[in-house]
T-cell receptor, first 117, second 111 residues
Framework: DARVTQTPRDKVTEMGQEVTMRCQPILGHNTVFWYRQTMMQGLELLAYFRNRAPLDDSGMPKDRFSAEMPDATLATLKIQPSEPRDSAVYFC???????????????FGPGTRLTVL | GENVEQHPSTLSVQEGDSAVIKCTYSDSASNYFPWYKQELGKRPQLIIDIRSNVGEKKDQRIAVTLNKTAKHFSLHITETQPEDSAVYFCAASTRGDKLIFGTGTRLQVFP
């Protein structure tokens, strides 16, 4: 049963520190999404990639956030410097992104719970 | 851009009753509508989805209906059980594109 994996599962850091979150999409999936979940904002899209190319990062504060896909099996989300308002659960999701073949379902990873003190 | 509204925000039902959650979307180009269930501390998990070329889809106790003209879709859960208690999210997207989520419905099923 293939699953999206994320590391770390929990991260506590102090304000100003760099945070890196990693995601391994399901093998063969060509689309990777980063979502942030907070009680106040719900589930919001930060950025997504198709075939490793960034398609949309309009939901991401670009002065401190950056997202990359160094290769097809790894996506990273970095925050530098981190702030208390970045505290949230960050989910990665992957999919095949092929609507015409009914294979555009997105599968979520377990999330990284980030706490910035 | 797309905007998805979801109602109600909380829903309490007695075990065995039905539960209905409704969502509306703004972008007529949206053609994929999944529903996710999220239990406390867990990842969102897809429970059912529907594409714009069908009006209804059913999977055991769960069904989803889509009205493209009115731009709304609904989740129906029949014979609810305590394990159905969770937060349910609707979403909309266009052809494998980014999902825009509703704000979630917290469903509580009382024994």
């Amino acid at each position: 049963d293939a699953r999206v994996t994320q590391t770390p599962r929990d991260k506590v850091t102090e304000m100003g520190q760099e945070v890196t979150m990693r995601c391994q999409p399901i093998l063969g999936h060509n689309t990777v999404f980063w979502y942030r979940q907070t009680m106040m904002q719900g589930l919001e899209l930060l950025a997504y990639f198709r075939n490793r190319a960034p398609l949309d990062d309009s939901g991401m504060p670009k002065d401190r956030f950056s997202a990359e896909m160094p290769d097809a099996t790894l996506a990273t989300l970095k925050i530098q410097p981190s702030e208390p308002r970045d505290s949230a659960v960050y989910f990665c999701a992957s999919g095949l992104g092929l609507w015409d073949y009914n294979t555009d379902t997105q599968y979520f990873g377990p999330g990284t719970r980030l706490t910035v003190l | 851009g797309e905007n998805v509204e979801q109602h109600p925000s909380t829903l309490s039902v007695q075990e065995g009753d039905s539960a209905v959650i409704k969502c509306t979307y703004s972008d007529s180009a949206s053609n994929y509508f999944p529903w996710y269930k999220q239990e406390l501390g867990k990842r969102p998990q897809l429970i059912i989805d529907i594409r714009s070329n069908v009006g209804e889809k059913k999977d055991q106790r769960i069904a989803v209906t889509l009205n493209k003209t009115a731009k709304h879709f609904s989740l129906h859960i029949t014979e609810t059980q305590p394990e159905d208690s969770a937060v349910y999210f609707c979403a909309a997207s266009t052809r494998g594109d980014k999902l825009i989520f509703g704000t979630g419905t917290r469903l509580q099923v009382f024994p």
